[in-house]
């Protein structure tokens, strides 16, 4: 077992290397601001930079802005939806990243504060993404005196852009020496922007990696500085693309530097109550964690090996849920011979569930850092998963590697997961071969090629293009090619809006498929996690259950990303006596503790249903964003086969008792007509089933939420949510008016 | 008898709670069990018993991040 | 090393030193805000009527602390660097002995550092600084 203690502190750049980066930057130009203090969470204050013309202004944010969009999410939303036009796509001059925290953002004393939400046009989906991250830039954000930060224009020389509030400035920088994968670039403007090395904290950097250039699915690195290590460490906006859309606009990087950080920038209203509720969580951590889940040891790979025994995990692109190779992957093994124990592993102040665990010093086999050792940051559930058993990997050292490569290469570890699984399975048909592959033997489980396919994708050569493209496009070049039959590819190619599915096995749990397949930015589990409430513990037995579900969950999910919030804090810890409480799986008493937190920076209180309102508009407003942008109705809602049933008779006859008994007790035909069945007979049968009871469930949410069978929100509801803006209506009434004649 | 409101095909006379959580697989670390709406907690586990015309309810705390 | 040392069983439960202690910290005699805790009972100590938690200087603060803000001195006794606290109170919550204090009129928790101001308000020598 590694401890912290027993962890040699990392060399960063020497004194002659920063030297030569800080002689070889321009300053192109330099914006000087006047830092607008917080109040009860909010400056009200945008910052636009234009990385084209090297510009940048700020602006007040308009309380209607305020009073419907909250913040986090919503502001990035808001801001995009103004930038943007139906013909906008990722790499358009209009598309803009913008990036938000939230009113709770930057507290102390709660765990999870510290959060980002970040949303552009994907380059996978074409419709936004939305997405969320930990590290230091958000919080910073806000005490450099901005609520949100508005990304426009294109840069045709790389460049970083630093906001110094600690000089009140913007500048737009030429950095032509700085790497361009993450591990180093973020080390290098740390170093290089810190007074000293106590300073160090007080930056954080946001960036891509070398493949995010070339890459469809490439995410940006969000940094802040381990102390103790003495090292970078990196969290990650993974999903859509945004990495991709970063590079485009030829950023390298941006830099936030604060002051200090102290408890109470944010100018609460009552930080009595805030702190009250902060210790309260810190003592439920000390008392229950290590009984419980041991966030603080393993991170959110604790349930790797449960979750399999629920036959969740998927396996071999999503084909199965469980494989013996798992037993190499429990906790125990993360925890004895991977993860560093004994640090203060949170990705924001004050979060004593710390599960940001490293593996320190792992010797990398391969690639161009092959031979050095290095600080990883893992190993993440969904890293774990699509990495590992997803591509038939069971070695925790291999998949340390790919995540590491994956995160400096500027790389969505799900997206690549669930994109090689693919590849795999295509490889495994005969889609692909040596010759098409360039010689990559994507055969399950073989890592070192999976690896040799990501550096390509990283040096933009080979078959790590076609890599690069996500599985959307996969399946058309390959159909194109005349390799692969389109059909049966958008069976078993997991990608719904051109997102591919994050790593939860929903094939048994119809509850679960609505909630990958209705989520706004495509299939990610943010929105909804319904699995156990569906499948084990039964609570959700009817199409009504389901649908309420299928509007609580989302909504009240969404509240996080409006706030600043990780949702990890709410229910991957529960206080010793949850179980008496009248719902159990809502934590009641963490739900008062963000109504407190809530209240306590804000000064006002709320409801679970203001809650729920305040997510609904901005949910709904992103609906209706993917309608205008194309991709927003029920026919963008459906999903591949393989996402709900057996694609293929191995699949079948893995549960075949299973299915076999659902064909008598659910879909109701006599045991005799099931026995005089052949497999392939059987498995048609499933299918239609399956596929009818999706379209019914859908309907029923589609009630559920206020919206016509085409899956348009109606003015009578928005009009409700105080939603009826004039551009949205724009987008809904002709809509309604088709559907209705 | 009745796990999670379904006929639990597995019943035995005499069968404990640890029984049922065992033969179900449900390792899952954080559960609340009811029997008949009434808390069970981990360390009754294993002398509680089930009878034929209970209701026994594991449910399986959230997780998802 | 440098640290309080207590003999549970010399205890009478005055709470002199926690009212010692808040005073010349907080400018309050409420033992909320005392950097020790004394409690009815002892179940270890079949001699003693009274609890006693000290800072034993452990360093559990120190370790839960992302910033590395508290650091023991030259004597072992850890100290917390005011000016680089961001008053994330998690050491207030992982304390084993649950004697750090925290006060909604200051941005940052404070803790033990063996001042020997409630071993001198002591009436029975129940508490003592121990210098080795």
């Known amino acids: 077992m590694i401890n912290i203690c027993n962890v040699a502190r990392y060399q960063g750049p020497t004194e002659e290397e920063l030297k030569k980066l800080r002689d070889s930057h321009v300053l192109l130009s330099s914006f000087e601001y006047e830092r607008t203090p917080l109040f009860r969470g909010y400056t009200d204050k945008i910052l636009t930079i234009d990385v084209g013309t090297k510009e940048a202004s700020v602006a ?14 919503g502001y990035c939303l808001r801001y995009l939806w103004d930038a943007v036009n139906p013909e906008t796509r990722w790499d358009s001059p209009e598309n803009e990243i913008v990036m938000s925290s939230g009113p709770i953002g930057g507290i102390t004393q709660y765990a999870g504060t510290g959060k980002t939400l970040i949303a552009t046009i994907s380059p996978l989906t074409d419709i936004p993404i939305d997405s969320n991250v930990g590290g230091f830039f958000g919080p910073y954000l806000k005490f450099a005196g901005f609520d949100a930060l508005e990304i426009r224009g294109k840069s045709d020389q790389d460049i970083v852009v630093v906001i110094d509030a600690t000089r009140q400035t913007v500048t737009f920088e030429e950095a032509p020496l700085e790497h361009f994968d993450a ?57 859509g693309g945004i990495g991709r859309v970063f590079r485009n606009k030829g950023i390298k990087a941006l830099v936030c530097k604060v002051d200090k950080v102290k408890g109470n920038l944010n100018n609460v209203y009552d930080i009595g109550i805030i702190n009250k509720t902060g210790l309260r969580f810190h003592r439920e951590m000390v008392q229950n964690d290590a009984k419980q889940n041991d966030m603080r040891g393993v991170g959110t790979s604790y349930s790797l090996r449960t979750l399999a025994d629920y036959d969740l995990v998927p396996t071999n692109n999503f084909k199965f849920g469980d494989a013996p190779g798992i037993d190499n992957m429990t906790a125990k093994v993360l925890k004895s011979d991977w993860l560093t124990q ?97 010689g990559l033997d994507l055969t399950w489980g073989n890592a070192a090629d999976d690896l040799e396919m990501l550096h390509q994708m990283s040096r933009n050569e080979g078959f790590g293009k076609i890599a690069a493209l996500g599985i959307h496009k996969q399946k058309a070049y390959f159909a194109e090619m005349g390799w692969g039959d389109l059909s049966e590819m958008n069976d078993f ?97 963490h739900v008062e503790n963000y109504k407190n937190l809530y209240y306590g920076v804000t000064g006002q209180r709320i409801t679970t249903d203001d809650m729920i309102l305040q997510s609904e508009r901005v949910y709904d407003f992103q609906r209706i964003f993917n309608i205008r942008m194309g991709k927003g109705l029920r026919a963008d809602d459906a999903i591949p086969y393989r996402a709900a049933g057996p694609v293929f008779e191995e699949e079948y006859l893995s549960r075949q008792e299973r299915y076999d008994r659902q064909l008598v007790e659910i879909v109701g035909l006599t045991e005799e007509e099931v026995q005089g069945m052949s497999v392939q007979e059987k498995m048609a049968a499933t299918r239609k089933y399956r596929e009818d009871q999706y379209q019914t469930l859908i309907d029923t949410v589609y009630r559920k939420r206020g919206w016509t069978r085409n899956g348009v929100p109606t003015v009578e509801h928005l009009r409700e949510l105080g939603m009826d803006l004039p551009e949205l209506l724009a987008v809904v009434e002709p809509l309604l008016a088709a559907e209705e004649a | 008898m009745k796990l999670n409101h379904r006929e639990y095909a597995g019943f035995r006379e005499g069968m404990t709670v640890a029984d049922v959580i065992r033969e179900s697989r449900f390792t899952w670390p954080n559960l609340v069990v009811r029997l008949n709406g009434t808390v069970v907690w981990p360390e009754e586990y294993g002398n509680t018993v089930v009878g034929s015309r209970d209701n026994l309810e594991v449910i399986h705390l959230l997780a998802g991040g | 090393m440098k640290r309080l040392e207590k003999n549970e069983a010399l205890c009478i439960g005055c709470r002199s030193c926690e009212a010692a202690c808040a005073t010349a910290y907080y400018k309050t005699d409420d033992s909320a805000y005392a950097c020790i805790r004394i409690e009815d009972g002892n179940s270890e100590n079949a001699e003693a009527e009274f609890t006693i938690h ?49 006060s909604d009129d200051r941005e940052e928790p404070s803790k033990c550092i063996a001042c020997g101001i409630c071993a001198n308000a002591c009436p029975t020598g129940a508490i003592y600084i121990v210098e080795d």
């Open chain 1, 60 to 73: 007040d944010i308009p309380a209607e802005v305020k009073e419907k969009f909250i913040g986090g999410r």
């Open chain 1, 183 to 239: 591990h180093i670039l973020c080390e290098e403007l740390t170093a290089l922007y810190a007074d000293d090395e106590n300073d160090k904290k007080n930056i954080a950097v946001v960036t891509a990696g070398s493949a995010a250039e070339y890459s469809n699915i490439a995410m940006l690195n969000f940094s802040f500085y381990d102390v103790r290590r003495g090292t970078t460490r990196i969290k990650q906006a993974g999903r």
């Open chain 1, 342 to 438: 004994g640090a203060a592993d949170g990705c924001w102040y004050g979060c004593s569930m710390a599960c940001a665990k490293a593996s320190d010093h792992f010797l990398l086999e391969t690639g161009p850092y092959k031979g050095q050792r290095v600080c990883v940051d893992g190993l993440e559930y969904e890293s774990a998963s699509g990495l590992g058993p997803n591509c038939g990997i069971y070695n925790p050292r291999d998949i340390l590697e790919i995540n590491f490569y994956c995160d400096t290469y500027g790389i969505d570890t799900i997206s690549y997961g669930t994109m090689t699984a693919f590849l795999m399975e295509c490889y495994e048909r005969g889609i692909l071969n040596k010759e098409r592959t360039g």
């Open chain 1, 493 to 589: 190619g997991m990608e719904q809006k051109g997102l591919e599915y994050s790593e939860y096995s929903a094939k048994e749990s119809l509850a679960q498929q609505g909630g990958y397949g209705l989520t706004n930015k495509g299939p990610q589990h943010d929105e909804a996690w319904l699995i156990f409430m569906d499948q084990v513990n039964n609570q959700i037995p009817t199409f009504e259950d389901k649908a309420e579900a299928l509007f609580f969950y989302p909504m009240f999910r969404t509240w996080f990303g409006l706030m600043g919030l990780c949702k990890l804090p709410w229910n991957d810890i529960v206080p010793a006596d949850n179980a008496l409480t009248d719902d159990p799986k809502m934590v009641p008493e």
């Open chain 3, 54 to 102: 000290v800072c034993n200087q452990c360093g559990k603060c120190a370790e839960v602390c992302n910033t590395c803000v508290i650091q023991p001195n030259a004597k072992g006794v850890y100290m917390i660097q005011r000016k680089e606290c961001v008053g994330c109170l998690m050491c207030v919550g992982f304390c084993p002995e649950q004697v750090m204090v925290q």
